[in-house]
């Protein structure tokens, strides 16, 4: 099998993913704390505006609302930074794809955990809400990292296959941005999944994203450990995107060196 | 000679003498084709508006390298020869393994040092000390050993104080120096070079020379790209000659130089 081949190459690479990622760690966050503590400016800015907006505005119901929907803002960054990052990842690391040889994917693997430092920041906000809002420590919390990690796998497959296709189709990006601006929509950052008429349940259950999104939330917020449905389809589309990604990207990568 | 070779020939290598040293690099059959591209959108936009006008990619397809099969034992330095464009780059780029032959196989046996273009593998944005650890990893290198090993490539790079600025702003020559000081000390079984050295002064030519010798002296394998005939010459026991992508002569410099002014001349 070529997948399980690639991945046992990869696994035998990691010194090389950890030095992949601690490049991309290094520009994102010009190699300092501040820099890391910088980027949680930008979800507290959405949160702002959004609070501002849904509650201000539009009068929402739901309770602790800037903790609701900061916890979904923050899984809602990690993929969304971690899909476009994915995207760019093979155009923007040409000069070391067309010209070393080493494992292309490690690439585009790296810079799907740069978002997870975001969002492992992201917690300390939580945690300082889980206390304004007297939110209490549960046992579902162990869940959280459970349900961003299958989140992630699925990040990873997608990103391979977007960063090939991106190669061929310089383009893709810009599909890629308007995609995950109206997954947002689409995804239950701002109400709450049960808010969803009956007839479009369908469409936050097909989700993988609306589905980390309430797994993580309910986790954290109302002490509830995610439906087996959810563990389920988490972890079919992570695996099953996986999969994907590296058949697609295996197959892709031949034509690099011509295409870059 | 000058004959094209045939797949046939591939196979009549001689035994294996108990005498022979074991073999780095065998090159079997190996074909690779480039398109060149007169015309090809590379974008989704573009592609669905040439679909409904009919519209094509446009390239001519060339044969870099054609069935080209060729071994070269531990220890020995072979140079490769050819005119601009014969194929002698995508050799070297095919036994780096960054691009994949369309036909035939291509193995090399132990670790590859790769120095084919300047600054290749380097990420501009980050400092010399930190690409040197990347390029490391990128070579399949351990942390701990790059990190044993970091002394003497600073030193050797004469980088001095640099080291902890950002590549990006390293002129040609301070890029070559840190690119062969990393090439150089990471323990390569195989080191390819093409004709990198062509950009440093003389005195760290010479420096990279006497650096090539004591790869020799320790049994090292190295394949170098080469304009610089007296290289091949006083350097090399082997040189292959390389004419439109095939493998035309493969013997000692000394004979194989003449076959190269030959054809030299004859264009």
């Given at each position: 099998?070529?997948?399980?081949?690639?991945?046992?190459?990869?696994?035998s690479?990691?010194?090389?993913?950890?030095?992949?990622?601690?490049?991309?760690f290094?520009?994102r966050?010009?190699?300092?704390?501040?820099?890391?503590?910088?980027?949680?400016?930008?979800p507290?800015?959405?949160?702002?505006?959004y609070?501002?907006?849904?509650?201000?505005?539009?009068?929402?119901?739901?309770?602790?609302?800037?903790l609701?929907?900061?916890?979904?803002?923050?899984?809602?960054?990690?993929?969304?930074?971690?899909t476009?990052?994915?995207?760019?990842?093979?155009l923007?690391?040409?000069?070391?794809?067309?010209?070393v040889?080493?494992?292309?994917?490690?690439?585009?693997?790296?810079?799907?955990?740069i978002?997870?430092?975001?969002?492992?920041?992201?917690?300390?906000?939580?945690?300082?809400?889980?206390?304004?809002?007297?939110?209490?420590?549960?046992?579902?919390?162990?869940?959280?990292?459970?349900?961003?990690?299958?989140?992630?796998?699925?990040?990873?497959?997608?990103g391979?296959?977007?960063?090939?296709?991106?190669?061929?189709?310089?383009?893709?990006?810009?599909?890629?941005?308007?995609?995950?601006?109206?997954?947002?929509?689409?995804?239950?950052?701002?109400?709450?999944?049960s808010?969803v008429?009956e007839s479009?349940?369908?469409?936050?259950?097909?989700?993988?994203?609306?589905?980390?999104?309430?797994?993580?939330?309910?986790?954290?917020?109302?002490?509830t450990w995610?439906?087996?449905?959810?563990?389920?389809?988490?972890?079919?589309?992570?695996?099953?995107a996986c999969?994907?990604?590296i058949?697609?990207?295996?197959?892709?990568?031949?034509?690099?060196?011509?295409?870059? | 000679?000058?004959s094209?070779?045939q797949?046939a020939?591939?196979?009549?290598q001689?035994?294996?003498?108990?005498?022979?040293p074991?073999?780095?690099?065998?090159?079997?059959?190996?074909?690779?084709?480039?398109?060149?591209y007169?015309?090809?959108?590379?974008?989704?936009?573009?592609?669905?508006?040439?679909?409904?006008?009919?519209?094509?990619?446009?390239?001519v397809?060339?044969?870099?390298l054609?069935?080209?099969?060729?071994?070269v034992?531990?220890?020995?330095?072979?140079?490769?020869l050819?005119?601009?464009?014969a194929?002698?780059?995508?050799?070297?780029?095919?036994?780096?393994?960054i691009?994949?032959?369309?036909?035939?196989?291509?193995?090399v046996?132990?670790?590859?040092?790769?120095?084919?273009?300047?600054?290749?593998?380097f990420a501009p944005?980050?400092?010399?000390?930190?690409?040197?650890?990347?390029?490391g990893?990128?070579?399949?290198?351990r942390?701990?050993?790059?990190?044993?090993?970091?002394?003497?490539?600073?030193?050797?790079?004469?980088?001095?104080?640099?080291?902890?600025t950002?590549?990006?702003?390293?002129?040609?020559?301070?890029?070559?120096?840190?690119?062969?000081?990393?090439?150089?000390?990471?323990?390569?079984?195989?080191?390819?070079?093409?004709?990198?050295?062509?950009v440093?002064?003389v005195?760290?030519?010479a420096?990279?020379?006497?650096?090539?010798?004591?790869?020799?002296?320790?049994?090292?394998?190295?394949v170098?790209v080469?304009?610089?005939?007296?290289?091949?010459l006083?350097?090399?026991?082997?040189?292959?000659?390389?004419?439109?992508?095939?493998?035309?002569?493969?013997?000692?410099?000394?004979?194989?130089?003449?076959?190269y002014?030959?054809?030299l001349?004859s264009?």
């Open positions: 099998m070529r997948a399980i081949r690639r991945v046992r190459v990869l696994i690479r990691q010194q090389l993913l950890i030095e992949l990622f601690r490049k991309d290094d520009v966050y010009a190699g300092s704390v501040l820099g890391v503590l910088w980027t949680q400016l930008y507290l800015l959405l949160l702002a505006v609070s501002f907006v849904f509650s201000t505005i539009f009068h929402s119901a739901i309770p602790r609302f800037p609701f929907l900061f916890v979904g803002i923050a899984v809602y960054q990690f993929f969304s930074t971690a476009q990052l994915a995207t760019g990842s093979i923007a690391n040409a000069h070391l794809v067309a010209r040889g080493f494992p292309r994917e490690l690439v585009t693997l790296s810079v799907v955990l978002p997870l430092v975001d969002l492992a920041m992201s917690h300390l906000i939580l945690l300082l809400g889980a206390v304004w809002y007297g939110v209490s420590p549960a046992w579902s919390w162990l869940a959280m990292p459970v349900v961003v990690v299958l989140l992630a796998l699925t990040c990873a497959g997608l391979l296959v977007l960063a090939t296709a991106a190669v061929y189709f310089r383009d893709v990006r810009f599909f890629v941005e308007v995609g995950v601006l109206m997954l947002m929509f689409l995804s239950p950052i701002f109400y709450s999944e808010a008429p479009l349940q369908w469409v936050v259950q097909i989700n993988p994203l609306a589905i980390a999104i309430s797994a993580y939330r309910s986790a954290f917020l109302d002490g995610p439906a087996l449905s959810a563990w389920l389809t988490l972890a079919v589309v992570g695996v099953a999969w994907v990604g058949e697609v990207f295996d197959r892709g990568q031949r034509g690099f060196a011509d295409a870059l | 000679m000058l094209s070779l797949p020939s591939s196979v009549a001689p035994l294996d003498g108990p005498a022979q074991p073999v780095a690099i065998e090159v079997d059959g190996v074909s690779k084709r480039y398109r060149r007169a015309y090809r959108n590379l974008s989704l936009k573009g592609r669905a508006l040439d679909l409904l006008r009919g519209r094509g990619d446009q390239f397809e060339f044969d870099a054609r069935n080209v099969s060729f071994r034992r531990h220890g020995e330095m072979v140079a490769v050819g005119r601009n464009g194929g002698k780059s995508t050799l070297l780029r095919l036994l780096a393994g691009v994949e032959p369309d036909a035939g196989s291509v193995q046996h132990g670790r590859v040092s790769p120095l084919l273009e300047l600054g290749a593998g944005e980050l400092s010399g000390l930190r690409n040197v650890y990347l390029y990893a990128l070579l399949g290198l942390r701990e050993d790059i990190a044993a090993q970091i002394d003497s490539i600073v030193d050797f790079s004469e980088i001095g104080e640099f080291i902890a950002p590549v990006k702003h390293y002129s040609s020559g301070m890029y070559l120096r840190l690119a062969f000081a990393v090439a150089a000390h990471l323990n390569p079984d195989v080191l390819l070079l093409d004709e990198v050295l062509a440093g002064d005195a760290f030519q420096k990279c020379m006497a650096r090539i010798t004591d790869f020799r002296a320790q049994g090292k394998t190295i170098l080469t304009h610089v005939l007296q290289h091949a006083d350097l090399c026991d082997r040189a292959l000659l390389i004419h439109h992508g095939g493998l035309v002569d493969d013997g000692p410099p000394g004979t194989v130089l003449d076959a002014n030959a054809i001349t264009a």
